[in-house]
């Protein structure tokens, strides 16, 4: 297979497929014959996070790129990155640019940034977490993940860091090691792969799955938990203010998936976009009643929440009716 090299073999982690198996024998038998590519089938569908669990132990290198079965790498990038890579042991993660196969037809769901390094902390924590949700194109130390303790923390909250585990890790390296955005391309996003008899497929369109409200609840609230244990991370040496800003910013990206993301098929289904939008609000200011000082800084923090909600119903309104 052309692009491969002893410095990035492929690691193939079919997740019990049910589906084209005929495809992956395929897979499978040019695997058997190519030293640098692995073929691993898991005994069941252990869904997205254990897939990921099980690349990152599995992986034979120090660093691991992801790539989902429908995206295309940069052979030209993973070249290029080799030596920098090499000289960075102490890099957690790299979240790189990607594009679309087709801008007309194709969101780019893992987006472009500039070139920037932050250095560990609760600032890292979520400016590098928290800008897109996609997982192909990002770079990981799977040797820190599993040295410092991170791969076990992703067992042990294997439940409620189901839906974004890769932004959890994102959270927990920003935590303890520099993390980097590359502006360079490492992927062309494909179509999305999605099969309806997968128990991982989710829609868009209607109202359940990943995208419900009572699952947006459940992952924001996955997030706060792992801000708090990354606070916990750094030894607590930060202003609280910190915090709260931090808790802020998830509340805003929130927010935003809820309103703008999420808004439209909401209100298909019957449900008042306006009630719950300050359905959400209440939920997040009762959410932070546990954070330290939480009772002095209450009526500011939920004055804050309040801005947030106004400024994404006056996106929401430009959008559809509200």
């Known amino acids: 297979m052309p692009g491969l090299t002893k410095d990035w073999p492929l690691l193939i982690v079919d997740n019990g497929s049910t589906t084209n198996k005929s495809s992956y024998k395929q897979i499978e038998k040019i695997a058997n014959q190519n030293p640098l590519i692995k073929y691993v089938r898991q005994p069941w569908n252990k869904e997205f996070i254990g897939n990921i669990i099980t690349a990152i132990e599995l992986v034979d290198t120090n660093f691991i790129f992801f790539l989902a079965d429908e ?6 990038f993973l070249k290029n990155q080799y030596e920098s890579l090499k000289c960075n042991p102490n890099l957690g993660a790299i979240r790189t640019s990607t594009m679309s196969v087709d801008e007309k037809s194709v969101e780019n769901l893992g987006g472009t940034f500039d070139d920037e390094t932050l250095d560990p902390g609760l600032d890292a924590v979520v400016n590098f977490a928290m800008k897109g949700n996609y997982l192909s194109g990002q770079i990981f130390n799977a040797e820190l993940i599993k040295s410092s303790g991170i791969l076990e923390a992703l067992k042990t909250n294997k439940l409620s860091q189901k839906y974004y585990p890769h932004m959890y890790l994102n959270m927990k390296l920003a935590a303890k090691f520099k993390t980097k955005f590359s502006s360079e391309i490492s992927a062309i ?4 792969c999605e099969d309806i008899n997968d128990g991982s497929f989710n829609s868009v369109n209607g109202y359940f799955g990943s995208f419900s409200y009572g699952n947006r609840l459940d992952q924001f609230v996955a997030f706060r938990d792992a801000l708090l244990e990354c606070v916990e991370d750094i030894n607590g040496e930060n202003d609280v203010s910190d915090l709260y800003l931090a808790y802020l910013s ?3 990206k929130y927010m935003q998936m809820i309103l703008l993301s999420n808004g439209v098929q909401y209100v298909e289904h ?15 200011l009762s959410a ?3 954070f330290p000082l939480f009772h002095q ?8 929440i309040m801005d947030i909600e106004e400024a994404f119903l006056s996106k929401a309104r430009e959008l559809y009716l509200v």
């Open 71 to 76: 995206d295309l790498p940069n052979f030209d």
């Open 189 to 192: 996003i494909g179509p999305p």
């Open 250 to 252: 998830i509340f805003h």
């Open 270 to 284: 019957g449900i008042n976009i306006k009630l719950l939008a300050r359905t959400f609000s209440q939920f997040a």
């Open 288 to 290: 932070a009643n546990s």
């Open 297 to 304: 800084v209450k009526d500011e923090l939920s004055n804050s």
